[in-house]
């Protein structure tokens, strides 16, 4: 089983829709959760951190659910600019205090005008 | 403000040709530096990670190393480049302890032929 899994998409969604991603992790003790933002050939870029109550940065709401393992992104009212590849990402902090963060292959979104 | 530079951008070689990428980062002290490989449509793998000086974990064994010969400054190198080694590798870096994520340089493309 994969560490992140997420849906690989694409996703093709008319602007102004609201859509979802979501992602599974398989290590219960993973300590901290992110979601990445990659345009193509670029770099990825982080889109926000999400929290064990679930946190909103304007048109983008992230939720964690520890028991399942699961992570959702939210986008609502989706602009074009918000096409790219979102990438769920996972952190482990060892004994040591090294993080080391685990990448899901990420979900293509393209948003239609 | 912090900074990370990664170079070259994009590189062409040979097969059986050496490797060097070099990546620095301004603006902290002793952070967590990061190598990862990106292959053309696939996720972000973890290749080696530093804490310190001198200091480096391999994550997948392969014909790459990497070094850390100053606080900021982290190495990717191979002697003997192979075709599957193309991809877009990534530097990233983060304050340890603080739980914010990466910071990922430009990366650099890298097309053995």
């Known amino acids: 089983r994969k560490e992140v899994e997420q849906d690989p998409g694409p996703f093709n969604v008319p602007e102004g829709a609201t859509v979802a991603f979501n992602c599974t992790y398989s290590?219960?003790?993973?300590?901290?959760f992110f979601w990445y933002r990659q345009d193509c050939r670029k770099e990825p870029k982080l889109l926000m951190s999400?929290?064990?109550s679930g946190n909103e940065d304007g048109r983008f709401t992230a939720q964690l659910n520890r028991a399942s393992q699961y992570i959702s992104l939210l986008i609502r009212d989706s602009k074009l600019s918000d096409s790219a590849t979102y990438l769920c990402?996972?952190?482990?902090?060892?004994?040591?205090?090294?993080?080391?963060?685990?990448f899901g292959t990420g979900t293509r979104l393209t948003i239609i005008p | 403000s912090q900074t990370i530079h990664q170079w070259p951008a994009t590189l062409v070689q040979p097969v059986g040709s050496p490797l060097s990428l070099e990546c620095t980062v301004e603006?902290?002290?002793?952070?967590?530096l990061y190598w990862y490989r990106q292959a053309a449509g696939r996720g972000l793998q973890l290749l080696f990670y530093?804490?310190?000086?001198?200091?480096i974990s391999s994550e997948v064994p392969q014909n790459l190393s990497a070094s850390r010969p100053q606080d900021r400054q982290f190495i990717l190198s191979s002697k003997k480049l192979l075709l599957s080694d193309s991809g877009f590798y990534l530097c990233?870096?983060?304050?340890?302890?603080?739980?914010?994520?990466?910071?990922f340089g430009s990366g650099t493309r890298l097309t053995v032929v």
């Open positions: 990233a870096w983060t304050n340890r302890g603080y739980n914010y994520g990466y910071t």
């Open positions: 999400v929290y064990s």
């Open positions: 603006g902290t002290s002793n952070p967590n």
């Open positions: 530093s804490v310190g000086i001198g200091q």
């Open positions: 290590n219960s003790a993973s300590q901290s």
């Open positions: 990402v996972v952190n482990l902090i060892s004994n040591f205090g090294n993080e080391k963060l685990t």
